[in-house]
């Protein structure tokens, strides 16, 4: 069985300029988790689906951070515009409704914002 | 809001040796789940342990077993027979417990444990 599939691994931009990172859960898992990991610090939560609805994402930078899971299938997170104080790198993460409470990590994007 | 700290910045362990790392946490929660998850350097999250407030019984797995004081909101972790492959950080991590749904993790700053030769 796959594991969590975020893409790229990578992405460099310069300020200003808008991204995008995919994750595609694990088959079955409903529930969905973006985290932020800032160097040298623990991962922190963006935002938490159920199915396709986003039920925690009281920590997402809204003006310029945006989340969409259309299908309860895979996900994608949008910054526009990026700074500099993004560059971080964002983990995906799902559980499923049996083991609700072990998350199974993908291995993340390591964003770079020059 | 819960908070988990995480003590030890760096800890070095020779390898076949036992290293135990501390946690400790602050919740007003009395049902809950506490994690150590190991990141491996450029590589995924993985769960390592796993162990339910409501247990008093401490979790094992294999060379990786916890001790769990509830009273004094302490998680530390204990890896016998270190390995060069348990190189990693270690990360601590409280969820709430939830009945319908997962919650997020609260994680600690980490500790980056090196095993040497």
């Known amino acids: 069985e796959a594991g969590v599939v975020q893409s790229p691994r990578y992405k460099i931009i310069e300020k200003k300029q808008p991204v995008a990172f995919w994750c595609n859960p694990i088959?079955?898992?409903?529930?969905l988790y973006w985290y932020r990991q800032n160097l040298g610090q623990g991962p922190e939560l963006l935002i938490r689906y159920e199915n396709e609805e986003a039920v925690d994402d009281s920590q997402l930078p809204k003006d310029r951070f945006s989340a969409e899971r259309l299908k309860g299938v895979d996900s994608t997170l949008k910054i526009q515009p990026a700074e500099l104080g993004d560059s971080a790198v964002y983990l995906c993460a799902s559980s499923s409704q049996i083991s609700k409470n072990i998350q199974y990590f993908g291995a993340g994007t390591r964003l770079s914002v020059l | 809001a819960q908070t988990v700290t995480q003590s030890q910045p760096e800890m070095s362990v020779q390898e076949a040796e036992t290293v135990t790392l501390s946690c400790t946490y602050d919740t007003s929660e009395n049902n809950y789940y506490l994690f150590w998850y190991k990141q491996p350097p450029s590589r995924q999250m993985i769960l390592v342990i796993r162990q339910e407030a409501y247990k008093q019984q401490n979790a094992t797995e294999n060379r990786f077993s916890v001790n769990f004081q509830k009273a004094a909101k302490s998680f530390s972790l204990k890896i016998s027979d270190s390995q060069l492959g348990d190189t990693a950080m270690y990360f601590c991590a409280f969820m709430k417990h939830a009945a319908n749904s997962g919650y997020a993790l609260n994680f600690g700053k980490g500790t980056s444990l090196l095993v040497t030769p």
């Open positions: 088959s079955g898992h409903n529930t």
